[in-house]
């Protein structure tokens, strides 16, 4: 019995080291200890023997029994330390790998020189004002002293709603809004969206932006109109800045002027930008009408003023040095991105 003992433990030994799951662990078990097991059955065969040889032989059953379950569950051990192991090998993340940045975006460059253009006007003691994109022919056209029929009309071709209603054709008709809800001093300036069915290439979009300006209060001369703007141009381009007024003709005004600015590229000297004239157009200007302070209820007897309405686009292109106004317009992000 003793050699069937220790040949039992030897196999039972051999067969645990040589496992290779857990699944082959259990089935040890069961071969050697479960209730039909080798080892299950010599004890039961204990009572044939001796009394001398009894205890001897439960002893050393016993020890089998014990350095059997020792082996089964250092084995289990050790298949469970290797499994998670090979996990955390597989599973294993490269924390040293430089993380995706987020992307920041940033202004739009019309918004930027928006935004640098209201400062200087805020700084000058003028509001802000808005007015609606889709507007009335009324505010439009005939307020503005552009009856139908006029000629004038022409010029500013836009997208008509219906016969009263259009899209805007630029930031002037809510001069006549403003007026008709403010009494003087007025000091405000319109910044906005406006829209006319031109065919789109370097210089021309039927989406483009307008800064209207309007100073109503009594004594109000073409002299405040001349400062006002050649500090704004010299706070937009520089001191180095000049400027010149030209005589224009607007129905709204009178007189009116264009008023062109020396060259930023060039200083004035002459460059492709300006096309060698070292002047940049930069605004339509002029005395608001009398007839059109009648139109937004002012007494053109006792009050007078005047307007300007600049191209945002142009400016920002000044500004920048943007030859094509459809970059400002086709939302590429290579493009924007440089500003
Ligand atoms: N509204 C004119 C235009 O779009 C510009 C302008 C505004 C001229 C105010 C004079 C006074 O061309």
Redesign the pocket.
Known sequence: MREMLEKIRNQALDSIRDAKQSDDLEAIRVKYLGKKGELTQILRGMGKLSPEERPVMGQLANKVRGDIESELSSKVREIEEMALAKRLREESIDVTLPGKRPSLGGLHPLTTVLNLITDVFLGMGFNVAEGPEVELDYYNFEALNIPRNHPARDT?DTFYINQNILLR????PTQIRVMEKQSPPIKIIVPGRVYRSDAVDATHSPIFH?I?GLVVDENITMGDLKGVLDVFAKRMFGEKTRTRFRPHH?P??EP?AEMDVSCVTCEGTGCRICSNTGWIEIL???MVHPKVLEYGKIDPNRYSGF???MGLDRIANQIYGIDDIRLLYENDIRFLSQF
């Open positions: 500013q054709t630029h930031t002037s307008q209207e607007f709204f005004t009116s339509g200007a002029g307007a300007f309405g």
